[in-house]
């Protein structure tokens, strides 16, 4: 039989212990950018090209484990384009997605914010890569749930691109289960080039399709 889901009698010595934590940083740990935009922080600008509300805004990668087709085990995400700088996208939480048993893990949640999140740079034109994710756990996600993901962006400070999100359960409307806040930093298509392992950028480079959707990206007036 599996190890046993049953609360055990907590073992002696084993009670939770806290002690005070030093925020002190170092130029390997810098300090951690604030969610919440600083005052001269600007709004969003949805670009003139953007895709209208309701379009949708199909994968940036193939591969990708949030929104690609081709990894069996990713989340398989479909965003839409909202107004303004917004999104939807829903989720359908599935077998290979379970922390315990029959439950979402919540990574792969944070992952399907992280993705719907990372999805409102397109109505900016913007490249731009998750800096900071929080999210906030409210109510457990059973497997098969539809999870109905609303993010929008809210401002924008320099390459900081401020925005949030929250994931509901129960339909469109139904109670939120779990809500994030992120730091997403703008970056050049280089970063991707001069980071990512060799094979996969030069298959990428080859696919007429990937090309194009990268270079939709590259101007943004
Ligand atoms: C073609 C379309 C592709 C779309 C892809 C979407 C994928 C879905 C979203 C993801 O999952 S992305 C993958 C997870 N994220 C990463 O792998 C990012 C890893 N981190 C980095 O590569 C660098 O740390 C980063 C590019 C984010 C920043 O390095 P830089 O050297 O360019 O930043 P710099 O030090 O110049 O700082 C610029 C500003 O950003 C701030 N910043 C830098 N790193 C930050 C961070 N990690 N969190 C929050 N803020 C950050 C920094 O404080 C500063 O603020 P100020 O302008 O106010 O001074």
Redesign the pocket.
Known sequence: MGPSLARRARLPGTAVRSAAVSAATSPET?P??SLVPPDDAVAPVRHPEAPAPGTPLGA??DH?F?CGQALPHGLHLQAHAGEGVSVTAEFTVKPQHQGAPGLAHGGVLTSAL??TL?SL?WLMHS??????LETDFLLPVPVDTVLHLDARCTAV????IYSDAVGRIGGPKGPIAVRAKA???E?K?E??ID?GRKEEIEAAMEDPDQVR??RA?EVNP
């Open positions: 810098p951690e950018t940036h990668y990708c949030g992280d993705e990372g740079n490249i731009a890569v998750t800096g900071r400070h320099g390459r900081k730091v997403f930093i970056v298509v970063h991707f980071n959707r990268a990206f």
